[in-house]
């Protein structure tokens, strides 16, 4: 195990932790923006598509999970709960991501390195995400 990958994943662990809380204790989304999120439970489950054809380690799928479950998480709360999607506010979060999802996956038809659906999501994910 890479001590970095695992000081990464923490980090980025406690992250999330630290949103989901905030979301769960002021029951309120005011200041995050809903379309950063929807494009973070996009990439993580075409970038995770691997979760069912390869297995690399426990901690790996594990942490997969936790990502795709708490990405899809923030998604649900800003966009079904009742009390948290009152509180979003559509006129400050004015980025237009349905350009950059179809660019990438535009882009993913042609740079690829084998014309699988796999290798074109994760292609696309990395063009959006990088």
């Known amino acids: 195990?890479?001590?970095?990958?695992?000081?990464?994943?923490?980090?980025?662990?406690?992250?999330?932790?630290?949103?989901?809380?905030?979301?769960?204790?002021?029951?309120?989304?005011?200041?995050?923006?809903?379309?950063?999120?929807?494009?973070?439970?996009?990439?993580?489950?075409a970038r995770y598509l691997d979760l069912f054809t390869d297995f690399i380690s426990v901690y790996n799928t594990f942490m997969k999970v936790v990502f795709i479950a708490s990405s899809l998480a923030i998604f649900w709360c800003m966009r079904f709960h009742p009390m948290v999607r009152r509180s979003y506010d559509r006129d400050l979060d004015t980025f237009r991501h349905y350009f950059l999802v179809g660019a990438s996956f535009a882009l993913a038809l042609i740079l690829h390195e084998k014309f699988t659906v796999q290798e074109r999501w994760f292609t696309g994910c990395y063009i959006l995400f990088e």
Do not use: P
Not at 5 to 24: E, Q
């Open 1 to 45: 195990m890479n001590i970095f990958r695992l000081a990464g994943d923490m980090t980025h662990l406690f992250s999330i932790l630290v949103l989901l809380l905030k979301i769960y204790a002021t029951k309120s989304c005011s200041g995050i923006s809903r379309k950063t999120q929807e494009l973070y439970a996009i990439v993580f489950v």
